[in-house]
């Protein structure tokens, strides 16, 4: 139901704004915002999932509690980026049991010593290995030219 209210409230805002502002104007502020939310939602995304050290596995190998907190990382972000992403850099965590809500993923890193190795993953060293490929063999990230020698 939250859902449903949630979206009556967005198309009723949207729709009041239009009839204040006009859709131009409405459509030339929201389109900016939307496409730079997208872009920081896409790198959230790909940067939890693909970052050295990772853990990947093959079915037959595959094993839920070690794929959750190696195989997804502990993005730090700065405190204000927590608030705006919904403390979403704890990702190992939500991948653990996603059924912890947003607001106690940093008290639950906080107060489980099962996190206490987790090591986190930095913005500038997020960067590092940004659209680097998986060699599986190897269980690391890699450099495109290193690919390419391997084969």
């Not at 939307?34 to 693909?50: P, S």
Request: with cysteine; net charge positive.
């Amino acid at each position: 139901m939250g859902v449903y209210v949630t979206n009556a409230g967005l198309l009723l805002f949207a729709v009041s704004m239009s009839l204040l502002i006009g859709v131009k104007a409405f459509v030339l502020i929201q389109a900016p915002i939307i496409m730079l939310a997208g872009i920081f939602g896409f790198w959230l995304f790909y940067v939890q999932h693909q970052f050295d050290p990772t853990y990947w596995a093959r079915t037959n190998t595959w094993n839920y509690k070690r794929m959750a907190l190696e195989g997804s990382s502990f993005y730090k972000l700065p405190r204000i980026l927590q608030y705006f992403s919904g403390n979403i850099g704890y990702h190992h965590i939500h991948h653990l049991s996603p059924m912890i809500p947003n607001y106690k993923l940093a008290q639950c890193h906080r107060e489980n010593s099962l996190f206490s190795g987790i090591k986190p993953l930095t913005f500038w060293a997020s960067l590092k290995h940004s659209l680097s490929p998986l060699d599986e063999k190897a269980s690391e990230m890699v450099s495109f030219r290193k690919m390419k020698l391997i084969g």
